[in-house]
T-cell receptor, first 111, second 113 residues
Framework: SQELEQSPQSLIVQEGKNLTINCTSS?????LYWYKQKYGEGLIFLMM?????EEKSHEKITAKLDEKKQQSSLHITASQPSHAGIYLCGAGHQAGTALIFGKGTTLSVSS | NAGVTQTPKFQVLKTGQSMTLQCAQD?????MSWYRQDPGMGLRLIHY???????DQGEVPNGYNVSRSTTEDFPLRLLSAAPSQTSVYFC????????????FGQGTRLTVV
């Protein structure tokens, strides 16, 4: 069973629109990571959340962690073509255990 | 500070051949792991290690071996390559503990023909 579920799987938005990507864990979270990947390239670290209620921002991207729901959301404001790519959430579920990832959300931004 | 270095960047193998993908980090990270990335599948964990001499299986370990003789290196061995192992492979490292960033290598694109 998939321990980290991302939704939606893919998303097409018009430039300038806002969007949200969700990541839900079936187990207690021990750190939640967001990465971005351009097709065929490596992973770019966006941000990491640890505590319930924590919210972090990087340029026009904001991520929040709801520890009770074991869920994180990534929100992009006023999307641009440069935001296009694959967004991956990753999490640890216990100290000293592996970092696992969801299946990713592919974002396309049309101009 | 080189971070996480993966070699080679590209590799073509024939079915049945063996090879080793190299991963090295210079940040003294205890945790290292290998993932494969296939379209629509995200990053799937192959093997991971929480320190020298300690390794464990991930979600898709079959056909792969690992060892961790030093903190710095975590090679991934393909024993007898199969077309199903055609993928992009990523190595990652981080300090153990909550709240530490995971660093990734640039990936190895492997094709098995």
């Amino acid at each position: 069973s998939q321990e980290l579920e991302q939704s939606p799987q893919s998303l097409i938005v018009q430039e300038g629109k806002n969007l949200t990507i969700n990541c839900t864990s079936s187990k207690t979270l021990y750190g939640l990571y967001w990465y971005k990947q351009k097709y065929g390239e490596g992973l770019i670290f966006l941000m990491m959340l640890q505590k319930g209620g924590e919210e972090k921002s990087h340029e026009k991207i904001t991520a929040k962690l709801d520890e009770k729901k074991q869920q994180s959301s990534l929100h992009i404001t006023a999307s641009q073509p440069s935001h296009a790519g694959i967004y991956l959430c990753g999490a640890g579920h216990q100290a000293g255990t592996a970092l696992i990832f969801g299946k990713g959300t592919t974002l396309s931004v049309s101009s | 500070n080189a971070g996480v270095t993966q070699t080679p960047k590209f590799q073509v193998l024939k079915t049945g051949q063996s090879m080793t993908l190299q991963c090295a980090q210079d940040m003294n990270h205890e945790y290292m792991s290998w993932y494969r990335q296939d379209p629509g599948m995200g990053l799937r964990l192959i093997h991971y290690s929480v320190g020298a001499g300690i390794t464990d299986q991930g979600e898709v370990p079959n056909g792969y071996n690992v060892s961790r003789s030093t903190t710095e290196d975590f090679p991934l061995r393909l024993l007898s390559a199969a077309p199903s192992q055609t993928s992009v492979y990523f190595c990652a490292s981080k300090l153990l503990g909550q709240g530490t960033e995971a660093f990734f290598g640039q990936g190895t694109r492997l094709t098995v023909v």
